[in-house]
């Protein structure tokens, strides 16, 4: 049996005995409450007179020393049970009912020995048991922050979805993301409570690292004390811990202490009136408490806001970095941009919708002509400017055009007689775009983290590259043509003056405009600056929607160089040998039948995690079928080349790789006759948009010109049907990498 249904189990066995915990949690029922607002946060006033023995504790040393300790074994009231929980400290614990109830359901869990609170060493343990509790909100009062027991060490536990800054830390309103590391993220929560930090992270470790980093922050107030002042919640859900950290300034208000009766009002906050629920034990007090005084309180005993600041600063100073990536977004004549939140040009602010052209080489804008524009956002986490008319899927069958939003800064210049939109985003927030771009969003979490990790590779892999050909003044060549043939690929060529392209041609990146999710966040903060490394170079980690049955190698696409970690095998597990598919005849036999491999699949649950919304419009991927008349064919490949060949009357396989691709085909015409390479090249060619891919087989028939196709893409690397047959089966995103790329290193 879980904790949390042992301890459920010991509730309602305490409650049937029918003693004081009976008597106080069914006083619960008729508590009386006040609705409130404060700073936009919704808050409970409860008046509850069983809960005076709080809310007035004397917590000095001398009243410590001399009372019975209610949380040791021998302070135990009659009929008070009492279960042990292991934590994997090594630490006992007692949980038991509390007496003097806050919630429906509310626990006290206390050492076994009597040892003081103290926080920084029994951290650990309270993230375990929010854990084991699942359905709880786990929470700790400092010695001089409302707990009534300050000398024994002890959390306490509550259901979850009571306390109003917790539904509104999952709503993710009046928080602000202040810092980003590898262990997580550190946000400052701006409603109600200040100096209130919220931390998040999948690992306990890396909970435990952000944890330290705020509690030396904290100041030790006196010579008595021993720990900040903090108040903690903590809980865990869909994978991930949350922790609330409130820095506190004063133990109680000055109002607790108020000689005058008619000032006095008697409430001394802890985690739970941190949180937006406020308990006084006093009819006087209850009456007294309006919404602006609660308010005022809370400020009162919080961190002062220029303290929160310093830290936030602070934090901020150490964060985790990313490097940024410069993303060409469209080209076009004239570009329509939205600035949602506030910009700067210079010492200028821009704000709203801004319109930009080419004229005369130039960009115009407001009038005047600029040799280029850059608009840098004032706070770049908070960041949006929109794009109209973007379009997607260039030359692509799924070609259409959408309004899309972007974080970060905005660059206009010229590029051959148009404009191109760049934008200036740092990598991880780009690939949280690209992860939610190239497929869907709520794919399996291995599955994501491997495309993020080779996603990353690929992008800094290019970014490398094109470092080291400026640094050499190489010019670029990705054309081989003369009058016998043309061969030509497509990779650094179209994009100097940026680092990578928004579309297909690089990687799909439509900033914040697909929806991202909070596994995709995760996946990105889980594998943060990790890429695959072959002999201490970044892989240039290509990745296509289906292989076909068998890997390309990078080659047969693109320049004529070895990457020994992409690998023509078959996309089997485990692999299985087949033929050569280069030669002719076993490359007709391979792409006209349909062979087992792990993209070929008609598993709807692996499509959806594989396609986004506009490609799964495509079904036939697999194997394909295009079927052209002489006449047809003969004008679409005049209009897509530039080149008359007269009529078509013949396509003849030239070369294969080793997925049967072609990345050499012969057209042979009444007018003229070539060599036509490599594999995008054959594609463009072929179809009005882009072929799913260049392995196929031609053949005449009934007259017609047929292609037998197999596999959408080039096919070299990971194909993102069988990585997500992996993930859908378990496996994990290093196994799935080492599958599609040979003797790498992930670091």
């Not at 006290?108 to 040892?115: D, L």
């Amino acid at each position: 049996m879980i904790l949390r249904e042992e301890i459920e189990c010991m509730f309602d066995r305490e409650l049937s005995a029918h003693g004081r915990a009976y008597t106080n949690y069914e006083a619960l029922k008729s508590v009386e409450k006040k609705y409130m607002e404060i700073d936009g946060l919704p808050v409970e006033l409860h008046f509850n007179p069983a809960r005076v023995a709080s809310v007035m504790a004397k917590v000095d040393e001398e009243t410590l020393r001399h009372r019975k300790c209610f949380l040791c074994p021998d302070g135990l009231e009659e009929m008070q049970l009492s279960f042990t929980w292991g934590a994997p400290s090594g630490i006992d614990y007692f949980i038991r009912v509390n007496p003097f109830p806050i919630f429906n359901r509310h626990f006290t869990v206390s050492t076994s020995f009597h040892e003081r609170q103290h926080i920084l060493e029994r951290y650990p343990d309270m993230l375990s048991l929010a854990r084991e509790l699942g359905e709880y909100v786990v929470f700790y009062n400092g010695p001089m922050c409302g707990a009534s027991a300050p000398d024994h060490h002890h959390f306490q536990a509550m259901p979850k979805g009571n306390l109003p800054i917790e539904r509104m830390v999952r709503a993710q309103s009046g928080v602000r993301l202040v810092a980003e590391f590898e262990e997580g993220s550190v946000s400052v929560i701006e409603k109600y409570a200040r100096g209130a930090f919220l931390i998040s992270s999948p690992s306990e470790d890396g909970m435990i690292s952000l944890f330290q980093k705020l509690y030396d922050m904290g100041v030790i107030r006196s010579a008595s004390e021993w720990e900040p002042r903090v108040n903690l919640l903590s809980w865990y859900e869909e994978g991930r811990y949350f922790t609330v950290i409130y820095f506190r300034a004063e133990s109680r208000p000055a109002c607790f202490e108020e000689e005058d009766l008619q000032k006095r009002i008697l409430i001394s906050p802890a985690s739970v009136e941190m949180s937006g629920i406020a308990i006084v034990s006093s009819r006087d007090s209850f009456d007294k408490l309006t919404d602006d005084r609660l308010g005022e309180i809370i400020r009162e005993v919080s961190l002062p806001i220029n303290q929160v600041e310093s830290m936030c600063n602070t934090l901020k100073s150490n964060e985790r970095k990313q490097p940024n990536v410069s993303v060409g977004i469209m080209f076009v004549p004239e570009i329509t941009a939205e600035f949602l939140t506030e910009y700067t040009l210079g010492e200028e602010k821009i704000s709203g919708v801004e319109s930009f052209k080419y004229v005369d080489g130039k960009v115009e804008w407001r009038g005047n002509l600029y040799e280029s524009l850059q608009f840098d956002p004032v706070n770049y986490t908070e960041s949006v400017f929109e794009l109209k008319d973007v379009t997607i899927g260039i030359n692509f069958h799924w070609e259409r055009k959408e309004n899309q939003r972007f974080q970060g800064g905005l660059r206009v210049i010229v590029e051959n007689g148009k404009l191109t939109a760049v934008n200036l985003v740092g990598v991880e927030d780009y690939l949280i775009s690209v992860i939610s771009s190239e497929m869907s969003a709520t794919a399996t979490k291995e599955f994501l983290k491997a495309h993020a990790v080779i996603s990353r590779s690929w992008l800094l892999a290019q970014m490398d590259k094109s470092e080291k050909l400026k640094a050499t003044d190489q010019e670029y060549s990705a054309c081989i043509e003369n009058d016998e043939m043309i061969i030509k690929w497509y990779d650094r060529e179209d994009h100097t003056n940026f680092d990578v392209c928004a579309d297909d041609h690089c990687q799909r990146y439509q900033g914040i405009t697909r929806a991202s999710t909070q596994k995709v966040r995760e996946v990105i903060d889980e594998t943060w600056g990790q890429v695959l490394m072959y002999n201490g170079a970044i892989c240039d980690a290509r990745f296509s929607k289906s292989c076909g049955g068998v890997f390309e190698e990078f080659w047969a696409c693109w320049e004529e160089a070895e990457h020994p970690y992409l690998q023509g095998v078959p996309d089997r597990k485990p692999f299985a040998p087949v033929p050569d598919l280069t030669v002719e005849e076993n490359a007709v036999e391979w792409i006209m039948n349909s062979p087992e491999a792990l993209c070929n699949t008609t598993d709807k649950e692996i499509l959806s995690q594989a396609l986004n919304n506009y490609d799964q419009e495509t079904t036939d991927f697999y194997r394909w079928k295009v079927v052209y008349t002489p006449e047809e064919l003969s004008a679409l490949v005049k209009e897509r080349s530039g080149i008359d060949f007269g009529d078509i009357v013949d396509l003849v396989p030239v070369k294969r790789g080793t997925s049967g691709r072609l990345y050499q085909l012969k057209i042979v015409g009444t007018k003229k006759t070539m060599i036509v390479g490599k594999e995008l090249e054959i594609r463009k060619y072929l179809s009005k948009s882009h072929l799913y891919s260049s392995a196929f087989v031609p053949r005449k028939e009934d007259g017609k010109f047929v292609l037998y196709g197999a596999g959408w893409g080039h096919g070299v690397g990971m194909s993102q049907y069988g990585a997500s047959y992996y993930g859908e089966n378990g496996y994990t995103f290093d196994q799935i990498l080492h599958h599609y790329y040979t003797g790498v290193v992930i670091k």
